[in-house]
């Protein structure tokens, strides 16, 4: 179990993606262009498997802004998409509303 207080530390903003590629060589991977208002950041998501890139283009969702940048089949990640998955593997994603400005904190 952890204290809340380490849930506070996570800096979960909403984004909208500008812009959606798969990652070249790789079947999982997916390059986000994401617009969070003050700053455009790239996030890379391993969800090319179940989700066409296409269709995230224009999307808001959750993403976590302050974990340390990981390099993946050679394109740096800025953060973290948050998404729901089912036991099974299925993934599903969490949509925010048009109404909520881009770079909103989410607690």
């Known amino acids: 179990m952890f204290d809340v207080e380490e849930f506070w530390k996570f800096d979960l903003r909403v984004g909208k993606v500008l812009a959606a ?15 969070f208002g003050s700053e455009r950041r790239t996030i890379v998501t391993g969800i090319a498997d179940q989700v066409d890139p296409e269709i995230l283009v224009g999307k808001k969702m959750i993403f976590v802004l302050n ?3 990981k390099r993946m089949m050679g394109v ?28 909103t904190k989410v607690w």
Request: net charge negative; charged share 35%.
């Open 21 to 35: 590629e798969r990652v070249s060589g790789s079947k999982k991977l997916i390059k986000l262009d994401v617009d």
């Open 76 to 103: 740096e990640s800025q953060g973290m998409l948050l998404l729901a998955e089912e036991d099974g593997g299925r993934i599903h994603l969490i949509e925010v509303p048009d109404e909520v400005p881009v770079g």
């Open 67 to 69: 974990l340390k940048p």
